[in-house]
């Protein structure tokens, strides 16, 4: 069994950064694929970012690439999300999602899910 927390949300203005943190207890997070989603108001839950075991491969929306970095410190059991050049339409709840099965962007196939974090960018 593992238990996610995300933190490290906020309020930000357009342009901004913030760093989110997504804290795992158990045994099987460093041989989790570990990713990150967002839902909207009154949107889909959507992929956001993945990243892979050893953190070699890492895997993007094209709504984030170039801004969004996902990096994993497995002696710590913790998934990171740097957000930069933060938009307004990037305001959700940002969860964490661990062991996939299948597609990395298939939320789905994701065994394990923190309970999110908000995010809000104000222009």
């Known amino acids: 069994q593992v238990q996610l927390v995300e933190s490290g949300g906020g309020l930000v203005q357009a342009g901004g950064s913030l760093r989110l943190s997504c804290a795992a207890s158990?045994?099987?997070?460093?041989?989790?694929?570990m990713g990150w989603f967002r839902q909207g108001p009154g949107k889909e839950r959507e992929f956001v970012a993945a990243?892979?075991?050893?953190?070699?491969?890492?895997y993007y929306a094209d709504s984030v690439k170039g801004r969004f970095t996902i990096s994993r410190d497995n002696a710590k059991n913790t998934v990171y999300l740097q957000m930069n050049s933060l938009k307004p339409e990037d305001t959700a709840v940002y969860y964490c999602a661990g062991a996939v099965r299948g597609s990395v962007r298939i939320a789905s196939g994701y065994n394990y899910w923190g309970q999110g974090t908000q995010v809000t960018v104000s222009s």
């Open positions: 158990g045994r099987t997070f460093s041989s989790s694929v």
């Open positions: 990243i892979s075991v050893s953190g070699g491969i890492t």
